[in-house]
């Protein structure tokens, strides 16, 4: 049993810390995305706005989830990586938010994307190598990301 509760343990700090950061950076964010959905022009396939709170969530669930495997994988260099650049990433999709959103830098926000796209897929193929199924859990992410890109480079050439 103790086993089965150390587990379910991780995976709630792991999906709280995920979904703490997101939620800040939606908190901090608001205001930009009213001004977004009453001004800005989208590109076709732009879900309605409530879609993205609801992905998100999941999204950041499942990264706490793969973080907290990974966290609770066997010590070792890939684990270490994982967990680093877990942060990191997590630190440029709270940012994302912020330059889209609230300063509406478009351009600059596609190339932090990108840049947040790479460091997905580092993570993804660090945590393959500490915990297979911590590493299949970020799949929907990556693809998440991969379509906001494409939202983000419409928005960006729109307006």
Known sequence: ????????????????IAEGVGA???????????????????????PPPVVFPVVWGILFALMGIGA????????????????????????????????FFNLQAFGFALLWLLVLWVLILWMLHT????????????IPYLLWVTFAAYLNLGVWLLN
């Not at 800040?24 to 732009?46: E, F, M």
């Not at 945590?127 to 970020?138: M, S, T, V």
């Open 1 to 16: 049993m103790g086993e089965r509760k150390n587990v379910l343990l991780t995976d709630i700090i792991g999906i709280l």
């Open 127 to 138: 945590f393959l190598l500490a915990d297979k199924w911590a590493a299949w859990l970020q």
């Open 68 to 99: 907290a495997r990974v966290w609770r994988s066997p010590p070792s260099g890939a684990r270490t990586r994982g967990l680093a650049i877990f942060g990191v990433q997590l630190a440029f999709n709270f940012c994302w938010s912020l330059l």
């Open 24 to 46: 800040l950076s939606g908190w901090l964010s608001r205001d930009g995305v009213k001004t977004y959905s009453a001004t800005i022009v989208q590109p076709p396939l732009s």
